[in-house]
């Protein structure tokens, strides 16, 4: 029986450093990860490799529920889809292990409180958007243009021969924000 751990981060600016780090302690020799999709989604590239890698005996390890799935009726689908197949799921944050009868309820109970909460924060957003068009204001994040400090500075800062990875540190941004401001037209500054 191996210890097959699954982490996933929603956006390609987050890290699953974390993750990483339970699930190595947890005894997880090999680790597939999704960089930016979404729990809400039931194919992804390193879930799908982890489905193929499995065998018998296997047992799946997440840090937490909600990182394998967000929707429920997906994430008791892929459940059921495990079980079949000999292969046991434990998360650990939650601290449930599908091996018994109670571990496959609080399963069930704890994927509706993920979806639960998921649905609550998209209602959220919504009321928060109206709110603010009906206000006159503009939701979502500003828009971030050439001409913009932090922009300047980054083209200014890898003028220089900085990385991108320094020159995030120095602006307070990630690598990838980097990227982006540097990919905007110089002929704009």
């Not at 090999?30 to 992804?44: E, L, N, P, W």
């Not at 799946?60 to 429920?72: I, P, S």
């Not at 079949?84 to 599908?98: A, M, N």
């Not at 020159?167 to 704009?188: D, M, P």
Request: one cysteine or more.
């Amino acid at each position: 029986m191996a210890s097959i751990g699954y982490a996933r981060v929603s956006t390609v600016d987050q890290n699953a450093d974390l993750q990483h780090a339970a699930l190595k302690t947890a005894g997880c020799k090999k680790i597939f990860t999704d960089h930016g999709v979404s729990g809400t989604r039931a194919k992804r590239p390193e879930l799908d490799k982890m489905l193929e890698h499995l065998r018998d005996g296997d047992e799946v390890v997440v840090w937490k529920l909600d990182r394998l799935g967000r929707n429920t009726r997906n994430l008791l689908v892929l459940i059921d889809d495990l079980e079949e197949r000999g292969v046991h799921f434990r998360s650990l944050t939650e601290g449930i292990i599908t091996t018994g009868a109670m571990g496959k309820a609080m399963l069930t109970v704890m994927s509706a409180f993920a979806q639960l909460e998921r649905d609550q924060l998209a209602e959220r957003t919504k009321a928060g958007m109206a709110a603010a068009a009906a206000n006159g204001r503009r939701a979502g994040r500003r828009e971030v243009t050439a001409g913009d400090r932090k922009v300047k500075r980054a083209h200014e800062l890898k003028a220089q021969g900085l990385k991108p990875s320094d020159i995030g540190k120095i602006v307070g941004v990630s690598r990838a924000t980097v990227y982006r401001y540097l990919s905007l037209e110089n002929s704009q500054l």
